[in-house]
Every structure is written in C-alpha cells, then in structure tokens.
C-alpha cells in the first residue's frame, strides 16, 4: 500500500512539471490597455539612465513632459518578449546577451501580428514641435540609441544588427533623414531614414478624399498597424479619435520581416523633443500576434488628457518684457538688423512675384488644370531664354521646356494676341481644341495669358517638325538622315486619320486652316503628329462656317477661301494636296528663285504637267534616289493632283483620301482626267524650261498679269508667313 502511495505521489508531481512548463512556455499572444493606471508592472521604461517615461496619476503613458527640461527621451516597453517566429532546433541558433535577454534567431516565417494605439501631442506653446513618437519592435526592453531621437545615434544608424522596425510619428523635418516636410508617418528599419513615408492624413470612406492630419493638434489619434505574415505586408492607418478606421491605410510596404527580427521581440515606444519642450502621451493600447486582429481598446475607460498650456501670463509676460529690455538688450541690435536684412529680401522677392504674376479673371476658373502659370513656364523655359528656344515662326517663338512640379518635357509657343474677337472667345476655343484626344495629333496641354502674350503648352516631340527632314539641298551640312519612303507614307497616311478625327468623329467639326509639313511634327518612334492648332476653327455639325479673315501660309491656301471667307473641310483638304506633293517632292508648294526676282516655281502645276507627259515619277524627291514603291509613288502624287482641285466639290473628302491610301479603293482614273486647263493653267515660258520634269519646276510671275488664277488672290489675302 506504502508503494501505491509513493508511487501516485510521483505521478502527480510529474504532472504538476508537465502542465507548469506548459504553462511557462505558452507564449504570450496579445494584451489591451484602456489606459495604463493599474499597469506599472506590465511595462519596462527601458534604459532609466535617459528615459523620463513614466505612468501618471490619471492612467495616461508620458513619455516625455514639459517640466523636465529639452532634449528629452523616454522609452516604455510591454514587460514580456513576444515571440515573432516559430524556431525549431535544427534551424534555430540561441545566444544570452550580457542582459540575460534572449538573442535566438531562426530561420522561420515571422508571424502576423497587429497593433492599435492612441496617442497624443501637446507642445508647450502653439507651434513648438518635439521630435514625434515612434512604436518600435526591438530586441531588448530598450533602444540602442543615447540621442535624440531616441532611436539610435551616429554610432549604430543603419547596422543590420540592430534589428529594430520603427514606425515613426515625425512633426519635423529633419533634412538628413526625412524628404517629407511637416508631420508624417514614416517606416524605418535599423535606420533613421525611412523605407517609406507618407504625409500624415487619412483616406475618407465615402469619396475616398485624403484629408490631412496635424499631429501636434493635441487631440488623440489613433493609429494601426498590421503585418500579414503571408502577404508580407505592413500597413500604417491614422485618423482622429472620432473618425472610426478607414478601409484605405495611409502607408502600405511590402517587406519580409523574417531577416530583420530575432524569434523573440520586444513592442514599445519611443519619443524625443529638440529644444521644444512637449509632452507625448499614449492613452491606451493594445497587441495581438498570430491570432487575428488585436482587440477593441474601450475608449470610454481612457483616461483624459490635460489641458493645452495657456499662454504667458501677464505677469510672466511683463517679466520676459523687462528682462529683453535690460539684460538681453545687447542681443536686439543684431536680432534689429537680421531682420532688416530678411525684409529687404522679403521686399524683392515681391517685386519678382509682382513681375511674374498673371492675372486670372473669374470666368477663367472654370477652365481648372488647363491654366498654367506664367511663373511655372518661365522657370520650366529658364526665362525664355535663347538656348531653350526650338524655333520662330510668323506668330512668335517655340521654346523646350521641363515644367517644375511634374518633371514633363513641353514645348512653348510664346505668341501676342491680336485676334479681333474677344479674348474669352479666343481662349476658349483654345481650351475645346485642348480637349481633342487622338494618335496623330499634338496635344495641347493648356495655355498662359498675362497681359498682351498668349502662351500655348504642347507635348513635346523630340523628332521636330518633318520639314526639317524633307526640304535638304545639296549644299546643305545638316546632318540629319533622308527620311525613307515607307517613313513618308506611314507619315502621310498618319495625318490623313489625325485630320478624319477633325472633320468627322469629334463633337464638332475642327478646321486645320494650316496643313503644312512644317506643322506635322515626328514623335520618338517617328510617327506622324499634326500640330499647331492657332489658326484652327470649329463650329458645331449641321451649322455653317462662319466668315474669317483669310490666315495660312501661301501655296496651301485654297482659292475659295479669297472669295468667301469660309474655312470648310475641303479648304483643308487642299492644303492636304500640297502637303502630299511637298513630302513626295520634297519642295515646297510656292519657291521663290534666289535672285531676288518676283518669279516663283509652282509645284502643282509642275507635277500635272509632267502626269500629262506620262513622266509623273520624275518629280519624286531626288534624295530619295529612286528607293520608293514605284505604285506609292504614283499614288501619292495623283492625290494631291485631286486633293488641289480648283474646284472644292471635286476634291475627294479626307476619309476617301485614306481609303485610296491604305488601297480599299482604286483611285478614280476619270477624276484625273478631268483635271483640265480651268483646274490649273501653266504658263509657258519662252525657253521652254517647264519642258523639261527632270530638272525644276515651271516658272511662273506672280505679279504679271499672264499667271493662273489662284495665285494673285493668295497672294493679296495672306496674312501672315510660313510658321
């Protein structure tokens, strides 16, 4: 009987071992405070020698206060080390700190784990900023870091060793470590500098506007932070106390804590001030680790924060009064001419602001993100200078520019208004043509008006304008390279969609009224980008065009235009034709010859000459060197023949022009011939030199009175030059 007892007794007390080492080595999994009154025991306040943190008698965490001086830390840490791993012992390595504290490291997975807190800032005064509060995870109850901010300092920032992630709560900037001015919110890992920051603010649910956050306010916030251990996502949500949390985090980093942290952590925070005295305080907080979202903090057992501090009173006022007019009077001088100093530079800067200002009139606002400022084109054009400048036209210079905030490339058409109708007419006809979205146009971006000057923003295209590319002369050092025939063809049929999108698929019919190769512009991959939109008109379909001064560029007008004064589709479809005999030709419509004389060179009336003759292809660019599709070729120029018909009701329509390009359609031999002396009349020159299509164009005067028909009202109605 004596055995059976001795032996039960051993049976329980190997019992009591097992269940109590279970008991010990359960590890802790989460915990919640609603303020901190009765939790002196649960929290280690980390290295005391420099950590003022302590618990007041209202229940509120302090990490640092306004009476105890400036550049202050505190530290406060949960007691107990939390594990972050699952370690086994065939990959899990152990080491004992002299601390006693627990070093393992392991190669597994770092746990989920999730964190709420409330927080808040008081400073001194209004204005005064401390250097914020971080929630840190350490290896030990303490930071390695004996400076502000508290974290560490110049010996051990950065170290991988460390292995400490920080989630900061900054009010300032610190020009070394933070690229965010004013507070935000701010992820470090073993370093002061952040992986990732973010203005502090939050994402409302209704509309998802972000609305911003002052952490020095006073007022609790709260703030959450969650990792998923699968995902390897960390994300940070702030918002007031009173706004419930919102579904968008402020900050999300993806990142694999399983290098960084030890099996076995520490959760705590930490907090600093500069030369501002200010008190951080944690009104209650809670953790969870591996086992789902960390648990509601009850807000309705927080302990209440103190006042804000007044300001002086009187009689500290009158004391600071007294004492700057008698001891510290010495320090005024200086202080008196510094500040002389900065007005004066203040007074400058105004007189700079003044030059650079342009002034916006209310019925401009509707107009919104289409309005630059005329200070931001003048810094993104270096003050319009020469160097900027990418070319001069007869409505003003073009100039390259980096716009300051975005970083975009644009070009700058710096032009003077002296259009007749009004100036929001003008402008916002600019702004409908801002609107147009399409792969063969130039986009304008927007538009700049101060005084007399209207600026216009387009995209900017690196390959320039085609007419650099095709008009090249034998005496020529440029060395740009002769743009192929496919080259010209995709450029061709390129601004025959870009001008389909015009006539027929926006909302309103959009007149060009100056095709020309010089307004076709060649983006990074060459393709075509039809450009330059300052004479273009537009009216609505099913209404007839209007009656405008006749504006472009002579050898693309159409004759109409000096008779009725209305800019229509088919007028741009003649400055088409032109536009397709100059890049097949490689001349321009009009030539003058360099003598001086009044006598020019008519292109059109050259190439339907030479077709008459059977001997069409001898009017193909020379620099080509005969290296072009013969049936493109021929295509080609039989279009531009049709598109320059006298008559506007014979020329084909843009969508037909492209139909003939891409070869849906045979191109109508009839039309061709139908091209009589009416259409375009030659005048012959008495050396015969319009005899021969190998060597230049007929020779035609455009003062005499023996010329065709178009050329003398063309003449008589331009109003203003090649661009």
Request: net charge neutral; hydrophobic share 35%.
């Amino acid at each position: 009987m004596l055995l059976i007892k001795k032996l039960a007794v051993v049976v329980v007390l190997v019992l009591l071992s097992i269940v109590a080492s279970s008991i010990e080595e359960k590890p802790i999994q989460g915990f919640v405070y609603n303020g901190f009154k009765d939790a002196s025991s649960g929290l280690s306040f980390g290295n005391t020698n420099i950590s003022i943190a302590d618990i007041t008698s209202t229940g509120l965490l302090r990490l640092t206060n306004t009476f105890s001086g400036t550049y202050q830390i505190g530290h406060a840490f949960y007691s107990h080390p939390l594990r972050f791993k699952n370690s086994t012992k065939q990959n899990s390595s152990s080491t004992v700190s002299s601390e006693g504290n627990n070093t393992s490291t392991s190669s597994g997975s770092v746990f989920s784990f999730s964190t709420s807190f409330i927080f808040s800032i008081i400073p001194e005064s209004p204005g005064l900023r401390g250097q914020g509060i971080s929630f840190v995870i350490a290896p030990q109850a303490k930071l390695p870091g004996a400076k502000v901010p508290g974290l560490f300092d110049s010996r051990n920032n950065g170290q991988p060793t460390n292995t400490v992630l920080a989630v900061e709560l900054d009010t300032i900037h610190n020009r070394e470590y933070d690229s965010i001015q004013g507070d935000h919110v701010g992820l470090d890992i073993n370093d002061l500098k952040s992986v990732a920051s973010k203005p502090s603010g939050y994402y409302t649910d209704n509309n998802g506007s972000f609305r911003n956050l002052s952490l020095i306010s006073g007022d609790p916030i709260s703030v959450w932070i969650e990792y998923d251990g699968v995902s390897k996502n960390l994300t940070v949500t702030i918002s007031p106390l009173t706004v419930p949390k919102p579904d968008t985090p402020l900050l999300s980093y993806k990142q694999d804590l399983s290098s960084i942290f030890l099996d076995s952590m520490y959760v705590g925070f930490s907090s600093s001030t500069s030369f501002a005295r200010t008190s951080h305080y944690i009104l209650g907080w809670s953790f969870m680790i591996n086992n789902g979202t960390a648990l509601p903090i009850n807000l309705s057992q927080l302990p209440k924060l103190p006042e804000n501090p007044s300001k002086f009173t009187e009689k500290e006022q009158n004391r600071k009064r007294a004492k700057l007019l008698g001891v510290e009077l010495p320090i005024i001088i200086p202080v008196l001419a510094f500040t002389f100093i900065v007005g004066i530079l203040f007074f400058l800067r105004i007189i700079r602001n003044c030059k650079l200002a342009d002034v916006v009139e209310d019925w401009e606002l509707n107009y919104g993100k289409l309005r630059f400022s005329y200070k931001d084109l003048y810094i993104a054009t270096n003050g319009f200078k020469e160097k900027q400048l990418l070319g001069i036209g007869g409505f003003g210079k073009i100039y390259e520019g980096v716009l300051p905030a975005s970083k975009v490339k644009v070009a700058v058409k710096k032009i003077s208004h002296n259009s007749k109708q009004g100036v929001r007419e003008f402008i916002s006809e600019i702004i409908s043509i801002g609107h147009l979205r399409h792969r063969n146009l130039v986009q304008l971006l927007g538009y700049c008006r101060r005084k007399k000057e209207l600026l216009l923003v387009y995209e900017f295209m690196p390959n320039g304008s085609l007419d650099k590319l095709i008009f090249r002369h034998s005496s020529s050092t440029s060395a740009s390279p002769v743009l192929s025939w496919n080259q010209r063809f995709q450029i061709i049929k390129g601004v025959a969609s870009g001008l389909i999108y015009l006539h027929e698929e926006w909302n309103q019919v959009v007149i060009h009224r100056d095709i020309k190769a010089s307004n076709v512009l060649l983006d990074g991959e060459m393709n075509a980008r039809l450009g330059d939109f300052g004479l273009a008109r537009l009216y609505d379909r099913g209404t007839n065009p209007q009656t405008t001064n006749v504006v472009g560029t002579l050898g693309y007008i159409a004759p109409e235009m000096t008779r009725t004064g209305r800019a229509t589709t088919t007028s741009d479809v003649y400055s088409f034709g032109a536009f397709l005999l100059e890049v097949a030709c490689g001349r321009r419509p009009i030539e003058m010859h360099k003598s001086g004389s009044e006598e020019g060179e008519v292109l059109v009336d050259w190439v339907l000459f030479c077709w008459r003759k059977g001997e069409i292809l001898q009017t193909s660019d020379p620099n080509l060197m005969n290296e072009y599709v013969k049936e493109e070729m021929e295509l080609v120029l039989k279009l531009g023949l049709l598109c320059s018909r006298n008559n506007p009701k014979a020329r084909p329509s843009m969508r037909q022009v492209l139909q003939y390009l891409d070869g849906d359609f045979p191109l109508p031999e009839t039309e061709l011939w139908a091209l009589d002396y009416d259409d375009s009349i030659v005048t012959t020159s008495s050396s015969g030199e319009h005899q021969n299509c190998d060597i230049e164009m007929v020779s035609v005067s455009t003062s005499s009175s023996n010329t065709y028909s178009r050329s003398p009202s063309v003449a008589d109605s331009l109003l203003s030059g090649p661009r």
